[in-house]
């Protein structure tokens, strides 16, 4: 009887160890969905200002040939910040175009900071970056920039030219963003930079992702928002064509 009621003791001590181990071992054994997948990318614009509002360019007398446009990518309020010494500056061209002039100037456009000459080849969104030159050193914290885009309408007459322009802040990161960005995920930075309202540094991202990844779906549904947030779905859907 003894026997028994031991052996007895011991089957109820192992049934019960079976039914305790899987609610043991399910925690262990399931793999948690990555919490990056399931975030959307949502730009919050920045409370700052430039003294004037996005507007289509200025041609002083330039008449441009049927169908040629250029749109800088630039938020609404038409100042985007960016926390590197090398932002990228975007624009549209909606033909080729024989020479377009790219020009960045101090607050008060009394200084060349960075000036270049692009070809654009074909038509699309084109972007250039201010990390193969050392005039970046000149771009500093706190301070505000003036950039433009120039379609010389006459080569040997610039006076006319076809411009449009963007202002620049370069600001320093919160702690909290510079702990975002050392995940070397690039989806990881890219919610950061927009969350934190870095316009500059979130369209050159996204860029490059969908660079990497033309047939991302998620991707081009993305960059399509984050330009239509901004109010320019009329280019949202342009293909990435150029970088300088």
């Known amino acids: 009887m003894k026997r028994f009621l031991n052996f007895t003791a011991l089957a109820i001590a192992a049934s019960a160890i079976v039914l ?6 399910l925690p262990m054994l399931a793999v948690p969905a990555p919490i990056l997948l399931s975030q959307n990318l949502n730009f919050k614009p920045p409370d700052v200002t430039a003294p004037d509002n996005r ?12 169908g040629l446009s ?6 609404e309020s038409n100042i985007g910040l960016t926390i590197t010494e090398s932002p990228t500056f975007f624009v549209y061209v909606s033909q080729p175009a024989a020479q377009i002039e790219f020009v960045l100037l101090n607050e008060d456009e009394s200084e060349v900071v960075y000036e270049t000459t692009l ?5 699309g969104i084109v972007g250039v970056n201010l990390s193969q ?3 970046t050193k000149n771009i500093q914290v706190g301070k505000r920039y003036v950039w433009s885009f120039a ?4 080569p040997l007459e610039r006076s006319g030219d076809y411009i449009v322009k963007g202002w620049m802040q370069r600001i320093q990161p919160q702690p909290t963003l510079t702990s975002d960005l050392a995940n070397p995920d690039p989806r990881a930075k890219l919610i950061a930079y927009a ?15 969908r660079r990497l990844a033309p047939d991302d779906s998620r991707l081009k549904d993305e960059w399509t928002q984050l330009l239509q947030s901004q109010k320019l779905e009329a280019i949202a859907d342009q293909p990435l064509v150029q970088s300088f």
């Open 20 to 25: 305790i181990l899987p609610s043991l071992l």
């Open 55 to 66: 507007q289509g360019g200025t041609h002083r007398g330039c008449k441009l040939r049927e």
């Open 70 to 75: 250029i749109t800088p990518l630039i938020p």
């Open 119 to 123: 070809k654009i080849d074909k038509a």
């Open 133 to 135: 030159t050392d005039q």
């Open 151 to 154: 379609l010389a309408c006459d």
């Open 195 to 209: 969350k934190n309202g870095i316009w500059y540094e979130t369209l050159a991202t996204l860029a490059q992702m």
